[in-house]
């Protein structure tokens, strides 16, 4: 299976990052360079969608526990941030399948 070509930019948290880096990513959505899809003020590219326990990985730990909140609204388990956790999460872990970058 081909891995799509993805952004790899450093990861890191919202609170604690620079003032500039902070206006940085606000710009970024603002002009649609990139895209906060669950809205928390951390860039898509800097997030770990597949990592559902947040241990830093993407694997079977994860679908467990999305399977745990199969059917709920999420965001436990709800990988696509589209509001159901369902078989496109499972296959969205799936596509990032590893440790996070
Ligand atoms: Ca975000
Ligand atoms: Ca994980
Ligand atoms: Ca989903």
Known sequence: MEKSL??????FPTASAPLAQR??????IWDGT???SNNDGVLDECEC?????????????????L???WGQT?????????????VDDILYILD???ACT
Not at 6 to 11: L, N, W
């Open 23 to 28: 206006v940085d990513d606000v710009l970024d």
């Open 74 to 86: 999420g965001p436990i388990g709800d990988t696509t941030n589209d509001g159901t956790v369902n």
């Open 96 to 98: 990032n399948w590893g």
């Open 6 to 11: 993805k952004v790899v930019k450093p990861k």
């Open 67 to 69: 399977l745990e909140n």
């Open 49 to 65: 969608f597949a990592d559902v326990n947040g241990d830093g990985a993407g694997n079977v730990l994860d679908i467990l526990m």
């Open 34 to 36: 990139s895209q906060d």
